[in-house]
C-alpha cells in the first residue's frame, strides 16, 4: 500500500484537528507564519519527551530522533532546554 493510501497515525490525526481548529477560530483574521509555529509547537516537547526517555544523553536521543548531535544541542538551546 502507498503512503498516500495509508491512514493517518494518531500525531497526523491529532495535527490535522488541531490546525482545522486554528483556522476555525480566526475568523476572518489574517495569519503567517503558520510553517514555524507548527514546528515549534511541536518539536520542543517532542525533544523535551526524547531527553527525558533517554536521561539526557544528547547522543542516544540525536540518535534516535535521526538528528546530527551538534543539531540537536542547537535545538536544545533554541529552546531553552539546555543551557
Given at each position: 500500500m502507498s503512503?498516500?493510501?495509508q491512514a493517518e497515525g494518531p500525531?497526523?490525526?491529532?495535527?490535522?484537528r488541531?490546525?482545522?481548529?486554528?483556522?476555525?477560530?480566526?475568523?476572518?483574521e489574517k495569519?503567517?507564519?503558520l510553517y514555524e509555529m507548527v514546528i515549534a509547537e511541536v518539536e520542543k516537547p517532542m525533544l523535551e519527551?526524547?531527553?527525558?526517555?533517554?536521561?539526557?544523553n544528547q547522543c542516544r536521543?540525536?540518535?534516535?530522533?535521526?538528528?546530527?548531535?551538534n543539531t540537536l544541542r542547537k535545538?536544545?538551546?533554541q529552546y531553552h532546554l539546555i543551557k
Open positions: 503512503k498516500k493510501h500525531l497526523a490525526s491529532c495535527a490535522k488541531s490546525l482545522e481548529k486554528y483556522f476555525r477560530e480566526l475568523n476572518g495569519t503567517s507564519n519527551v526524547v531527553m527525558k526517555y533517554t536521561e539526557s536521543a540525536a540518535e534516535i530522533l535521526g538528528i546530527n548531535r535545538k536544545l538551546l
